[in-house]
């Protein structure tokens, strides 16, 4: 839905509850993918990005009620690194990996008077390099 139509930025068509938030020194590439995901979203809703608000990382902490889109290129956006232990793709010892839950193969165990088989832990996990 995201690639389709920008949601759940786009819920509001001005994205006036998103905050774009860039490294705190954006390249060349990290304004490009600004412009090209705000034109997108722009393209899907009809109307321009007239809401939206754009900070550093170091102004993170201000954008509490809002939508966050976090833009980076390589390493430099230091809340990848500040989130990494909450974000479902993590990079340990230059090699990169995400991890899948089993959940949507276990719906007919949904309830379950087993307080381990109701954690949803992750049973599989990828590894990838560049």
Known sequence: VFKDSGFPFTRMADLSETSVILPNEPGPADLSAYLTVLGRFGDSTGYPATGVKVVHADQVAEQRDRDLLVLASGNNQPLLEQ????????????????????????????????????????????????
């Open 83 to 130: 989130w990494q232990n909450l974000l479902p793709a993590k990079d340990e010892a230059a090699a990169q990996f995400f991890e899948l839950s089993d959940l949507p193969l276990r719906l007919r165990n949904w309830i379950s008077p087993d307080t381990k088989t109701n954690l949803r832990e992750a049973r599989s996990s990828f590894r990838f390099s560049a």
